[in-house]
């Protein structure tokens, strides 16, 4: 198995170093609605990060980027204990904050866990970047804990970063893990971006 040996996650990620392997890339490509991974989340790493770069959404405004998981490799609807706090500044620089966002809440919700407090715009040069780190998804005795950052430019020409954390509230192992729009209001793909996933030791 190959190694990023140059490559260190540092405190940003888990507080110690560690090395990534590289698992998976997915490219997208227009219309794509969801990536899936279903295999290679297993005892084999106690920890996974999952890398996107440049998501671009299809449609103005009308969603952002969030991710589920599944026990049975089918449904993914785990239920989710979440919290995310959002620092937002706008382009004109008179408008900015940085607070609680309970629209990034979850209380034993099933719903898509969504990484931004802001909509995607698909303005040509409008997109988002971030990573989930997972922790001991294989685990059948505690819950699992997941933690987020994402950067995005939104359609109202905002830049949001946002920080979300949570658990997955089952003893269950995660199998896999989707990415997709979240809190959809219309009919909305991705139409670009790159998505990776890597163990970490």
């Given amino acids: 198995?190959?190694?990023?040996?140059?490559?260190?996650?540092?405190?940003?990620?888990?507080?110690?170093?560690?090395?990534?392997?590289?698992?998976?890339?997915?490219t997208i490509s227009s219309g794509t609605a969801n990536v899936t991974y279903n295999s290679g989340i297993d005892s084999t790493f106690k920890e996974y990060l999952f890398i996107w770069n440049n998501i671009h959404m299809s449609t103005n405004g009308e969603s952002t980027f969030g991710f589920q998981g599944t026990t049975d490799g089918s449904n993914y609807n785990v239920t989710i204990n979440s919290t995310m706090i959002t620092n937002f500044n706008n382009e004109a620089n008179n408008s900015k904050n940085y607070q609680y966002y309970a629209g990034g809440d979850q209380a034993n919700g099933t719903d898509t866990q969504i990484f931004t407090s802001g909509g995607y715009g698909n303005d040509n040069d409008q997109c988002g970047s971030g990573y989930l780190h997972l922790f001991h998804p294989s685990d059948t005795t505690h819950v699992k804990h997941f933690t987020s950052m994402c950067n995005n430019y939104q359609d109202s020409d905002y830049i949001n970063s946002d920080r979300m954390t949570g658990y997955f509230n089952t003893t269950s192992a995660i199998t896999g893990i989707r990415f997709l729009p979240g809190r959809v209001y219309a009919s909305t793909n991705m139409d670009d971006g790159v998505i990776q996933m890597f163990g970490v030791k």
């Fill in 1 to 26: 198995m190959a190694v990023y040996n140059a490559i260190k996650y540092n405190h940003d990620f888990a507080g110690a170093a560690g090395n990534l392997f590289p698992l998976a890339t997915s």
